[in-house]
């Protein structure tokens, strides 16, 4: 059931790839209160194709970076859509509570240790701008290698980075269609199945301010102690560290 999203042209053009797959799309998407006229944030959004790709469905999307160069080829793109360059800790450039729906990908922070202080803060600024009931997703490549440990983070740490905010948590792991050369050798036997974790916090009812969510985040740090979230952040983490991070 690969095939479920619109692959039809636009006006005699193609759609523009979103850069997930349409199983992890499908996951975000259709088990979501997210359909047109929705506001969704693309945090990480790169050159912005998901971003356009969101578009096409005629949902509100906007763009954010931390890379000047991919935020200028977005804008070159789509100079109808809302893109900004946000440094990894700044606070975004957005009000409060604006999104029915945030998925974050590939951000600094996020790919070191997920009980740090740098990563429980970006993760902060993301949640304020979720609107009450709303989500926020975090979606990280899952690569098992053949001594059982991950090349990125474990799925207990994104539930544990998670577990200081107040809200309903749920971490799923989206294999690789076996359409992939990949997945054929892990039906033969010789690796593992790669694949996605989308780890999704729904948030409360309730509007929360900014300065709260940095209050959870702050306690979240002082609990975490001072061991990383998993033993290939412990090795990866200070290398992943932003350059930047906001007082």
Known sequence: MDWMLPVRTVFGQSPPRPGLSRRVLRHLLCSRRVGIGSRVLDAGCGGGHLTQFLHQLAIDAAGVDASEIAIEQARRAAP?????????????????????????????????????????????????????????????????????????????????????????????????????????????????????????????????????????????????GDNACCAWAAVNGEACQPRHQAA
């Open 80 to 224: 109808h859509l809302q893109f900004a360059c946000v440094p990894d800790g700044e606070k975004l450039p957005f009000a409060e509570q604006e999104f029915d729906l945030v998925v974050a990908r590939s951000l600094i922070s996020h790919q070191a240790d997920l009980l740090g202080a740098a990563a429980l803060h970006v993760t902060a600024n993301l949640l304020s701008v979720v609107r009450p009931g709303g989500e926020l997703v975090l979606v990280a490549r899952f690569e098992p290698q053949w001594a059982d440990q991950p090349g990125g983070h474990l799925r207990s740490c994104f539930a544990r980075h998670f577990a200081p905010f107040p809200g309903q948590c749920k971490v799923s792991y989206i294999a690789d269609s076996l359409l992939t050369p990949a997945a054929w050798k892990w039906v033969v036997g010789r690796q593992p199945r790669w694949g996605y974790v989308a780890a999704a916090l729904r948030i409360p009812e309730r509007p929360i301010p900014h300065a709260q969510w940095h209050a959870w985040a702050a306690q979240g740090r002082a609990m975490g």
